[in-house]
Nanobody, 120 residues
Framework: QVQLVESGGGLVQAGGSLKLSCAAS????????MGWYRQAPGNPREWVAT???????NYANAVKGRFTIARDTAKNSVFLQMNSLKPEDTAVYYC??????????????WGQGTQVTVSS
């Protein structure tokens, strides 16, 4: 099993910054892809950004140029630096792990979510 613990959400004014962190724990040998998704009230969950084990990153168009994803592979952690925040960035942000290799299996996991609220 993989457990994900997120932190760093909060309330910020438009134009401000926040940094989200997510740490994965468990008997993890490696993690292929780590990422962030978000879900605003009344909307489906949407992809925000991902980073592979090799360090390749991808971003949703809505956040490109404002958000930066990074990971600490040794600590099984992923981060999301969010700058120039807009009210439309308000959502619950979820950490996502894909293809985490455990001793006898490979699994995916979601974090519990952290609220980000951007006031205008």
């Amino acid at each position: 099993q993989v457990q994900l613990v997120e932190s760093g959400g909060g309330l910020v004014q438009a134009g401000g910054s926040l940094k989200l962190s997510c740490a994965a724990s468990g008997n993890i040998f490696s993690i292929n892809t780590m990422g962030w998704y978000r879900q605003a009230p009344g909307n489906p969950r949407e992809w925000v950004a991902t980073i592979t084990q090799g360090g390749s990153t991808n971003y949703a168009n809505a956040v490109k140029g404002r958000f930066t994803i990074a990971r600490d592979t040794a600590k099984n952690s992923v981060f999301l630096q969010m700058n120039s925040l807009k009210p439309e960035d308000t959502a619950v942000y979820y950490c996502r792990v894909q293809r985490a290799r455990l001793q006898y299996s490979t699994t995916n996991a979601w974090g519990q979510g952290t609220q980000v609220t951007v006031s205008s």
